[in-house]
T-cell receptor
Framework: NAGVMQNPRHLVRRRGQEARLRCSPMKGHSHVYWYRQLPEEGLKFMVYLQKENIIDESGMPKERFSAEFPKEGPSILRIQQVVRGDSAAYFC???????????????FGSGTRLTVV | AQTVTQSQPEMSVQEAETVTLSCTYDTSESNYYLFWYKQPPSRQMILVIRQEAYKQQNATENRFSVNFQKAAKSFSLKISDSQLGDTAMYFCAFMSGNYGQNFVFGPGTRLSVLP
């Protein structure tokens, strides 16, 4: 089992460009979560998705950020017109079920470090 | 909303000694889960230990143990026989048992184990 796969590991974008971050959950996991970690801070929840559905996006900035988890393929976090303040590490996690069972299988990827220049 | 506080931004300990990292949290819920995660320079989030709030017995995983004080909303991590490989950021985290699918993380404590 390859675990949660995130790519790219590092991404550099110029201000105004688009950033696309990909996350493939663990085999058998149908729940995906995105977190953002600013320098010297803890992870902050952004969005929770199941296949083809956004369940909770309470942590997502209102503009420029979007996420999807299509029926086929990885989950994508998209940031349009990036600004310097978007520079951070973005982590994806996945879990197999909801409720108490979910945290026993909750697994993080290694993150994508986005640098906006 | 739940909050998690870690009041020690940085700590250091001599190899083979014992160190305790502090964590307090705020919630009105009675059913929840608490976690400690380790983040080494590789950036990987590694689960260290977890505790169900309904369990009175403190969780233990080898050299790692917690002191869970539910009334005080305190959840400290004790690392015994510290090893150089324990050097990392340590994050305390909360997950609701009723509505939770996501973690609320504290700001972290940077632990350095000195040879």
């Amino acid at each position: 089992n390859a675990g949660v796969m995130q790519n790219p590991r590092h991404l550099v974008r110029r201000r105004g460009q688009e950033a696309r971050l990909r996350c493939s959950p663990m085999k058998g996991h149908s729940h995906v979560y995105w977190y953002r970690q600013l320098p010297e801070e803890g992870l902050k929840f952004m969005v929770y998705l199941q296949k083809e559905n956004i369940i909770d996006e309470s942590g997502m900035p209102k503009e420029r950020f979007s996420a999807e988890f299509p029926k086929e393929g990885p989950s994508i976090l998209r940031i349009q017109q990036v600004v310097r303040g978007d520079s951070a590490a973005y982590f994806c996690a996945s879990s197999p079920l909801t409720g108490e069972s979910s945290f026993y299988g909750y697994t993080f990827g290694s993150g994508t470090r986005l640098t906006v220049v | 909303a739940q909050t998690v506080t870690q009041s020690q931004p940085e700590m250091s300990v001599q190899e083979a000694e014992t160190v305790t990292l502090s964590c307090t949290y705020d919630t009105s819920e009675s059913n929840y889960y608490l976690f400690w995660y380790k983040q080494p320079p590789s950036r990987q989030m590694i689960l260290v230990i977890r505790q169900e709030a309904y369990k009175q017995q403190n969780a233990t995983e080898n050299r790692f143990s917690v002191n869970f004080q539910k009334a005080a909303k305190s959840f400290s991590l004790k690392i015994s026989d510290s090893q150089l490989g324990d050097t990392a950021m340590y994050f305390c985290a909360f997950m609701s048992g009723n509505y939770g699918q996501n973690f609320v993380f504290g700001p972290g404590t940077r632990l350095s184990v000195l040879p």
